[in-house]
Structure formats: C-alpha cells, structure tokens
C-alpha cells in the first residue's frame, strides 16, 4: 500500500525502510569521504577545500533558483537579489584578474572551455593545442570540447626538458595552419607558458589566444605566475576550485573592451551552455572573490613556496622529480616518475599511498601513451597549503612519501604518522574564519 494513502498529512508519511537505507547508505558514504579528507593529505592538484562562509552560501536556498540573462536582464521574476550578488561578483572578478570582461556563471572550467571555443570559432575551423600526451586537459583535444565544436585540431611541437611547448615549432605551426583559435593551458601545468611569443604569432594570421589557467588561476590572480591578459591572450577560461579555492564551477574572462565580443562571449555562456547556472555556487564565487581579494596574494605565494620545497624535499628523499633543470616547479604542482613509460608505475604508487592517507593520482608523463598505466603522480600542494602547512610540513610529507615508496613501508603504519600530522592542520587558512572552523565539516 502506499505510504501516502496511509497518512492523514498532506506530503508526510513513513518512509519504507528499503527506500530509506539508500538515502543513509549516501549519507554515510559521504561522511566516510569526509573522513578520509579530514585525517588524510589531499593532494590530487585539481581539487581544493572552501571556506566556511561558501560552505554556508553554497547550502542556501539558492541551489534551487533560477536566474537566467545577467544583472538587470533577466527573463524570471525574483532575481533582485541574485542581482546584487552577481553584480558584486562581475566588479570582483575584474578587479582580482584584472580583467575588463568577467563572466562567472560558468558551471565548470570545461564548460568556459566550450563557451570559448563557441564564441570564437565555427565547426570545421583550424585549432592549436597542446596534445593531452604533453599535459593538455581533455577538453583541448577531440574527445573534449573541440571534438564537441567539431574542430580541426594541430598539436604543438613539445620541449620535454623544459615542460612547455617548444616556442620555435609552436609558432611555426600557428603561422603554416593560421588557425582561428591558439589554444595555450595544460592540465599538468610546471611552469609559465612563453605566451607572448606565441600571441605574436597568433595575432599575425588573425587568431584568437586562448588561454586555460584552470589549474593556475589562483596563482595567477595572486600575481606569482604569469599576467596572460597583458601577455597576449584575448580570453582566459578557468576553473573555480583548484588554486582559486572557491566552490566548483568556472570563469571566463577577457581582455577586450570591444563591447561586441563582450555580448559573444555573455551570449556563448547563456544561452550557449548554460540555462541554470547553479546560483548557489555563483554566489560562493563571489565570497571565493572577496576573500581572495583580501588573502589570495599571501596564499598563491604560499602553495608556490610550498610546491618548490615539496619537490626539492621529494628529490633528496630519491625521488625522480621531473624539471630539475627548472627547479622542479613554478606553480602548485609537482611530477614524480615512478617506473617506465606505460609501466603503469604511477597507478600502483597511487593506490599505495591512498592505502596510506594520502590522496593523489596518476598521470601521463612525457612518453606515456596510456591514461590507465602511466608511469607518473601529478601531486598539488593548495589543499595543504590551505589548512596551514609550510615548509617543515613539506618535508615531513615527503619523509611520508619516501617510508611508502622508497622503503616499503606497511602503508597502514605510515597511515597513523599521517593521521597525526594532519590532526594539527584542521583549520582553513586565507579566508574569513575569525570562528577557525574546520575546513572538513560534514
């Protein structure tokens, strides 16, 4: 019988048990992630923790509105006051990327990826990228956006010594194809791209630059990394939770003032790719901003500072730390080789450092050609950096590392010393936490 027909209260009955445990068995599981979070190193360098005001924000009743169009333009009734949160946060993101066109309501880097490549080419145009063998994320290459858009797609030339594209090759390749769109950002990100050299030779066939700082944003806004506004390119897409430490979701942002390309680029957004473009996470964005604008530069320094004493730390433990020559890194992330090219050495170091608390992934490295048995760890510093680790920690961490990898330690013993370094890191840093509320809450 149902359980409705038995209950005299409109909308309220006993739930069936059967129907109930699933909804426990999610809550559960989603404390238990919590969990591992909270006693473990979070390191996976596309992932961060948000401040407690986003938190809140996040869980509000904006979850289930709706606002579509832009300040003052919107086709529901009720927006008043999204209005004023999204007015504040357009003025925000222009200020803290130093932009002078901001559009936050990308749900995703990805879908700022789409709605870039929508406003700036046809399917069936030319596009340069680099390849996902050399670090370029997925929606660069067919599989992804630019299949989506129906691209033709070149991949720069690639210098693995110095983890970047090779300029001289890159710039030939732009001005033989004179693509409509150059396409400059990777998803294993060490260093600065040479953007400007490569905008020069965009901009003289008539190419658009685009560049994807999903994975750097943060550092770029912090002013630690590169400028790629000033530096050549004409839009700039990015994620809103990998070093920009605010709720999932994307920007997309330009250099432009012609008014024209604003409206394509608004108009790429909604209606391009969105409809519901998750208010709540727009609006943690906009507190992500504020508390960026008062923090971020301490803390993009931080993770940076962070990253190079990891990495130095890693290679005098033994490891193989890519970028030597460099000094290892620029940015939030650091590449270790653990085994041969497609050895799959990377997946099974992984697996045994999640057996020891500590969080990370896999990643192709220069010469892989299978995702699944890579030979190398992508590993980020900004979630650590976030909860208040330095240095000293960095060292520590790598020790952590080395007792796993190194010397073959039973990884549930190295589990203990992990879950002790992290009960003293608890506290989310760089944001507006007078309370010093936990950064794992659930």
């Not at 445990?21 to 919590?34: I, L, P, W």
């Not at 069936?124 to 990228?129: L, M, N, P, S």
């Not at 400059?184 to 060490?190: A, E, P, T």
């Amino acid at each position: 019988m149902n359980h409705y027909l038995m209950s005299n209260t409109r909308g309220s009955w006993t739930p069936a048990e059967s129907t109930l445990s699933k909804a426990n068995t999610v809550m559960q599981a989603a404390a238990d992630s919590g969990e591992l979070y909270r006693h473990g190193l979070g390191m996976i360098a596309s992932e961060n923790i948000v401040s407690p005001m986003v938190q809140k924000i996040v869980a509000s009743d904006l979850h289930g509105r709706y606002a579509e169009g832009l300040p003052g333009k919107r086709y529901y009734q009720g927006c008043d006051d999204f209005d004023t949160i999204e007015s504040i946060g357009i003025d925000l993101a222009q200020s803290v990327f130093n932009a002078p066109f901001a559009n936050i309501q990308s749900t995703s880097g990805t879908v700022s990826n789409i709605a870039a490549l929508k406003a700036l080419a046809k399917p069936g145009d030319e596009i340069t990228a680099v390849s996902t063998a050399d670090g370029g994320h997925i929606s660069h290459a067919r599989m992804g956006a630019v299949g989506l858009r129906d691209l033709n797609l070149s991949t720069y030339p690639w210098n693995e010594d110095r983890m970047e594209p090779d300029i001289d090759g890159a710039c030939a390749l732009i001005r033989d194809l004179e693509p409509k769109v150059a396409l400059i950002g990777q998803s294993v990100f060490l260093f600065p791209t040479p953007l400007k050299e490569i905008a020069d030779a965009a901009h003289e066939v008539g190419a658009k630059v685009m560049y994807d700082g999903a994975h750097v944003l943060g550092l770029i806004a912090g002013g630690v990394f590169q400028d790629p506004l000033r530096e050549g390119a004409d839009v700039m897409t990015g994620s809103s939770h990998k070093t920009f430490p605010g709720p999932q979701g994307g920007f997309l942002l330009s250099s432009s003032e012609d008014l024209v390309f604003q409206k394509r680029l608004n108009n790429a957004i909604f209606p391009g790719v969105c409809s519901s473009y998750h208010l709540h996470h727009v609006a943690g964005k906009v507190i992500a901003l504020a508390e960026f604008e008062e923090y971020g530069a301490a803390y993009a320094k931080d993770i940076v500072t962070n990253a190079k004493h990891f990495a130095s730390a890693l290679a005098a433990e033994g490891f193989d730390v890519l970028a030597e020559s460099r000094g290892y890194t620029a940015s939030h992330q650091v590449l270790t080789r653990h085994g041969s090219t497609d050895s799959g050495a990377g997946a099974k170091a992984a697996k045994l450092l999640e057996d020891a608390g500590i969080i990370t992934n896999m990643n192709m490295l220069p010469g892989d050609t299978k995702a699944l048995t890579p030979s190398g760890l992508r590993l980020g510093v900004q979630e650590l950096t976030r909860v208040g680790m330095g240095p000293r920690e960095m060292e520590e961490v790598a020790r952590l590392y080395a007792r796993v990898l190194i010397k073959n330690e039973d990884p549930q013993s190295v589990k203990d010393d992990v879950k002790a370094l992290k009960a003293d890191h608890q506290i989310i840093r760089y944001c507006f936490n007078e309370e010093e509320d936990t950064g794992y809450p659930f």
